[in-house]
């Protein structure tokens, strides 16, 4: 029987042939309170070609692995898919990248502070501060980026429901709303898994604006963690390989479906999407809108967007705060002192 102190955590990973995994899986391990707690769903993509030593994960209770070859591979939210139907009724859920690392004690300080936050439904999610291996093997953690807040720093008015995140500033208030989930680190209550699965149609750009709005619509409330539990690998070599080395024309047509399906959501206001990937009952789009600063109809947003500052508990507040709103080159060119 499950003791009420030791609730366990499932940790969902979608690994792409990575040779950095067994060390992710050793470091989380490692850096648990209590290790024993741990349950991973993992959706190995491997390649024959380049084989990646996971047996002594294999042969231990708490891992779950499907596997597939990256020639079956459809990409990173069809593998998260995947990793999150291995859940299985665990209170809570981690999910995180391949190549990442983790804090001492980071299970028992992530509950700690999901617990602490004024919702019913809260979710801690931030994109993740960097660190890397030297040539010796020795972690370094760019500790100057603090709690990054997530900013918009590019929209296309040609896909305008698909703005680009990236690092904002230092979080500086406690507890911190965020308005975007992160791909590479969340933490939340494990029904998470299958209120709100990853879309599996969905490709790499916009993948995490549409799991954002749809767990805003479910309920769930954002918050960023209240210091730095994880850290996401800057690679000194090159980055790592990703799906889209199969070619552009699999990019353009794997794209091209995740662009008109993310389309179809952001613009659909009557709550009335088929299936398991559309809105949830608790709240509507132009609610997620009025608490991000986001009118995508019209791709302008608040100008905190675009700077990282919190919603405080929301960005709109008045008609003026909707007559505020810009576009992305408005922003900038008055951040260029242009008029």
């Known amino acids: 029987m499950e003791s009420a102190s030791q609730p366990k955590i499932f940790v969902a990973i979608a690994a792409y042939t990575d040779p950095?995994?067994?060390r992710t899986l050793r470091d989380a391990l490692q850096t648990a309170h209590?290790?024993?707690?741990?349950r991973f769903g993992i959706c190995w993509q491997a390649d024959p070609e380049a084989p990646v030593e996971l047996d002594t994960f294999r042969r231990d209770r708490r891992f779950r692995f499907v596997d597939a070859t990256i020639h079956e591979s459809r990409g990173g939210p069809w593998a998260r898919n995947i990793a999150q139907s291995l859940w299985r009724g665990e209170p809570y859920t981690m999910?995180?990248?391949?190549?990442?690392?983790?804090e001492r004690d980071w299970d028992s300080r992530l509950i700690e502070m999901l617990e602490s936050l004024p919702s019913d439904k809260p979710i801690l999610s931030m994109n993740a501060p960097l660190f890397w291996y030297d040539g010796d093997g020795e972690a370094h953690r760019r500790l100057d980026m603090g709690v990054p807040t997530t900013r918009v720093n590019g929209w296309n008015p040609s896909t305008p429901w698909a703005p680009w995140f990236d690092f904002g500033p230092p979080n500086q208030r406690q507890p911190g709303r965020t308005r975007f989930i992160n791909g590479n680190f969340a933490f939340a209550?494990?029904?998470w898994n299958v209120e709100v699965p990853q879309d599996p149609g969905q490709y790499y750009w916009g993948?995490?604006?549409?799991?954002?709005?749809?767990?805003y619509t479910w309920g769930y409330d954002f918050f960023l963690p209240s210091e730095a539990v994880a850290w996401h690998m800057q690679h000194q070599g090159g980055p790592p390989r990703r799906h889209w080395e199969h070619g552009e024309d699999v990019v353009q047509s794997r794209n091209a479906e995740a662009y008109d399906r993310l389309g179809r959501l952001v613009t659909c206001r009557d709550q009335r999407l088929p299936g398991p990937y559309g809105f949830g009952p608790a709240r509507t789009l132009r609610e997620y809108e009025a608490y991000a600063g986001i009118d995508f109809q019209t791709a302008r947003a608040h100008p905190d967007v675009f700077t990282g500052a919190n919603p405080d508990p929301v960005t709109i507040h008045s008609p003026a705060d909707w007559r505020a709103c810009l576009t992305f080159e408005e922003f900038a060119a008055s951040a260029r002192g242009e008029s």
Do not use: A, C, F, Y
């Not at 209590?34 to 741990?38: A, C, G, I, M, W």
């Not at 993948?207 to 767990?215: G, K, P």
């Open 95 to 102: 999910q995180i990248d391949s190549h990442m690392k983790l």
């Open 34 to 38: 209590s290790p024993d707690r741990l």
């Open 207 to 215: 993948e995490e604006l549409n799991v954002t709005i749809r767990s």
């Open 20 to 22: 950095e995994l067994p």
């Open 189 to 191: 209550p494990g029904v």
